[in-house]
């Protein structure tokens, strides 16, 4: 009895070794890894709303940036528990943090208000090319967020193109450098709010980002993402398009996404999909196939499938801040 005791604790051992060298392997191919503080955010302007407070802050990047986002802090503390929110692409240039502030875009996308009701500090960054991060830089960010829709410039799609293409010459990637942003952002918040648990979500590119910032940044403690769940197997195979920072050359060959799903194990994990979702469409699959390394390795994976089309309905949208605000 013994024996086999030991025996299985060495397999258990052998397995973590494989999934750490798995998390290992793809953040080599990535070129990536946890980037070194640069210093204190600089809050810019506060303002106090029912529930919380919101301020807008910016921090700096290893490589020299600085991203502007709203910072959402509960009046009644929830645990110290933190969520970094990533905006959607949707094609709205001139839209990043202020669409999850609620002040401009789709309502289903303010998760900073909703969540920092429920108890949550929400960090929500602008992404590379989007809102203040466009180039020429801050060239929407003198205009009231109401105004933001209105303002987007005819190039700014060629300006995250370049983004890109430009970093492919080089031997870069766009992902690497989003990934280091984001875990840019888990340290700001941890900066600002001390210890504490802190999650990352993310709807459509910001699914994408979540899945892969959770898998490789193992200070991320939970994660939700939604309608990002499609391998490169299918998108291939079906002509889906690529978002440009899943353009990876060489990835699909070596790694898909029940790959980073694994690496997310033994932590809190929501995947949320929907029928008539190209780009969830084989989301069951890929979770199926991860999960017996949660059911070995213990953590919450869960997968909500509900509802139609990619655009979050109101179901999914309470679902995921009901599973975030249990993670405090």
Same mark, same amino acid.
């Given at each position: 009895?013994?024996?086999?005791?030991?025996?299985?604790?060495? +397999?258990?051992?052998?397995?973590?070794?494989?999934?750490? &060298?798995?998390?290992?392997?793809?953040?080599?191919?990535?070129? +990536?890894?946890?980037?070194?503080?640069?210093?204190?955010?600089?809050?810019?302007?506060?303002?106090?709303?029912?529930?919380?407070?919101?301020?807008?802050?910016?921090?700096?990047?290893?490589?020299?940036?600085?991203?502007?986002?709203?910072?959402?802090?509960?009046?009644?503390?929830?645990?110290? /528990?933190?969520?970094?929110?990533?905006?959607?692409?949707?094609?709205? +240039?001139?839209?990043?943090?202020?669409?999850?502030?609620?002040? !401009?875009?789709?309502?289903?996308?303010?998760?900073?208000?909703?969540?920092?009701?429920?108890?949550?500090?929400?960090?929500?960054?602008?992404?590379?090319?989007?809102?203040? $991060?466009?180039?020429?830089?801050?060239? @929407?960010?003198?205009?009231?967020?109401?105004?933001?829709?209105?303002?987007?410039?005819?190039? =700014?799609?060629? *300006?995250?193109?370049?983004?890109?293409?430009?970093?492919?010459?080089?031997?870069?990637?766009?992902?690497?450098?989003?990934?280091? =942003?984001?875990?840019?952002? !888990?340290?700001? !918040?941890?900066?600002?709010?001390?210890?504490? $648990?802190?999650?990352?979500?993310?709807?459509?590119?910001?699914?994408?980002?979540?899945?892969?910032?959770? /898998?490789?940044?193992? #200070?991320?403690?939970?994660?939700?993402?939604?309608?990002? /769940?499609?391998?490169?197997?299918?998108?291939?195979?079906? @002509?889906? &398009?690529?978002?440009?920072?899943?353009?990876?050359?060489?990835?699909?060959? $070596?790694? =898909?996404?029940?790959?980073?799903? #694994?690496?997310?194990?033994?932590?809190?994990?929501?995947?949320?999909?929907? =029928?008539?979702?190209?780009?969830?469409?084989?989301?069951? /699959?890929?979770?199926?196939?991860?999960?017996?390394?949660?059911?070995?390795?213990?953590?919450?994976?869960?997968?909500?499938? *509900?509802?139609?089309?990619?655009?979050?309905?109101?179901?999914?949208?309470?679902?995921?801040?009901? +599973?975030?605000?249990?993670? @405090?």
């Amino acid at each position: 009895m013994l024996a086999a005791a030991a025996e299985r604790e060495r +397999w258990a051992d052998g397995e973590r070794l494989l999934m750490d &060298a798995l998390r290992s392997s793809i953040k080599s191919f990535l070129r +990536w890894r946890e980037p070194e503080p640069v210093g204190a955010p600089e809050v810019l302007e506060e303002v106090r709303e029912e529930g919380f407070t919101r301020k807008l802050i910016s921090f700096g990047t290893s490589d020299g940036d600085r991203i502007e986002s709203f910072l959402f802090e509960p009046l009644a503390s929830h645990a110290g /528990a933190a969520v970094v929110a990533l905006h959607q692409h949707n094609s709205e +240039w001139a839209v990043g943090k202020s669409e999850v502030a609620g002040l !401009v875009g789709d309502p289903r996308q303010a998760f900073g208000p909703v969540l920092a009701r429920a108890g949550l500090a929400v960090l929500a960054p602008d992404a590379i090319g989007f809102e203040s $991060r466009r180039t020429p830089p801050g060239h @929407g960010n003198a205009l009231a967020p109401s105004a933001l829709q209105a303002c987007g410039n005819a190039d =700014d799609w060629l *300006q995250y193109y370049n983004h890109a293409m430009h970093r492919l010459v080089h031997g870069e990637l766009l992902m690497t450098k989003v990934l280091t =942003d984001v875990a840019s952002a !888990v340290t700001a !918040v941890q900066h600002l709010l001390g210890s504490g $648990r802190v999650g990352v979500l993310g709807h459509s590119y910001g699914g994408n980002v979540a899945l892969f910032a959770a /898998a490789l940044d193992t #200070r991320i403690a939970f994660a939700c993402s939604s309608g990002a /769940a499609c391998s490169f197997r299918h998108k291939i195979e079906t @002509g889906t &398009a690529l978002e440009m920072a899943l353009v990876i050359p060489g990835f699909a060959t $070596r790694f =898909d996404l029940d790959d980073l799903i #694994r690496c997310i194990a033994p932590r809190s994990l929501l995947v949320v999909s929907s =029928d008539g979702d190209p780009f969830a469409a084989d989301a069951t /699959a890929l979770v199926e196939r991860a999960r017996p390394v949660f059911v070995e390795f213990g953590g919450d994976l869960q997968h909500l499938r *509900q509802g139609y089309g990619h655009a979050l309905d109101a179901g999914r949208f309470r679902a995921i801040v009901e +599973w975030l605000a249990l993670q @405090g």
